[in-house]
């Protein structure tokens, strides 16, 4: 089945402690999405690419990073992770076209100690 | 600027019985609407979407939604609902020609037997 997939589901990292998360798709879109969550509140986008177009939100901190080395992978790099960055990171996918129904991976639950 | 606004965090009802999930939105264009679910520990789903056309949309899992542009409100309804809707139910909403979509707070529907 065509869909999202987040690596890993959990994880764990140290105050500081560069970690990196992943997201690949099936369906060929153009569009992914990246999404903090954090507990008891609503999915907070953080950047999209549009292709090989990066688009940051303003208020996205610096310390937040995203490749995407080709069609069906996009990472997440959190360079010094503070006890503020644990929460759901959501990664999703669209097609082009505005309105397009965004295609979620199941998350990944990171732990900041 | 776009907003959304889930007034009821916390919605509780009994199995079989109607539920309405609230959802008010503002903005200065015309906009697009969704409703997402997000069981535990898991991604959103799309339940339903409003681009155009007829004002009742329904969508999985038995569920409807009204979009009404005077009130500005895309209310989500199902007339009976099972203990495996319980979850927590997003309304979003973006603007025609972007790919951004911006998310209410959030309502949990905790359904009891």
């Known amino acids: 089945d065509a869909m999202v997939i987040q690596n890993p589901r959990y994880q764990v990292t140290q105050f500081g402690k560069p970690v990196t998360l992943s997201c690949s798709q099936t369906?060929?879109?153009?569009?992914m999405y990246w999404y903090q969550q954090k507990s008891s509140q609503a999915p907070k986008l953080l950047f999209h690419y549009y292709d090989k177009d990066f688009n940051n939100e303003a208020d996205t901190p610096d310390n937040f990073q995203s490749r995407r080395p080709n069609t069906s992978f996009c990472f997440l790099d959190i360079r010094s992770p503070g006890l503020g960055d644990a929460a759901m990171y959501l990664c999703?996918?669209?097609?082009?076209?505005?309105?397009?129904?965004?295609?979620f991976g199941p998350g990944t639950r990171l732990t900041v100690l | 600027a776009q907003s959304v606004t889930q007034l009821d965090s916390q919605v509780p009802v009994f199995e079989e019985a109607p539920v309405e999930l609230r959802c008010n939105y503002s903005?200065?264009?015309?906009?697009?609407l969704f409703w997402y679910v997000q069981y535990p520990n898991q991604g959103l789903q799309l339940l339903l979407k409003y681009l155009s056309g007829s004002t009742l949309v329904k969508g999985i899992n038995g569920f409807e939604a009204e979009f009404n542009k005077s009130q500005t409100s895309f209310h989500l309804r199902k007339p009976s609902v099972h203990i495996s809707d319980t979850a927590e139910y997003f309304c979003?909403?973006?603007?025609?020609?972007?790919?951004?979509?911006?998310f209410g707070t959030g309502t949990r529907l905790q359904v009891f037997p």
């Open positions: 903005s200065s264009v015309s906009v697009y």
């Open positions: 999703a996918t669209s097609r082009v076209d505005s309105g397009d129904t965004q295609y």
């Open positions: 979003a909403v973006s603007e025609f020609n972007t790919d951004k979509l911006i």
């Open positions: 369906l060929n879109h153009n569009v």
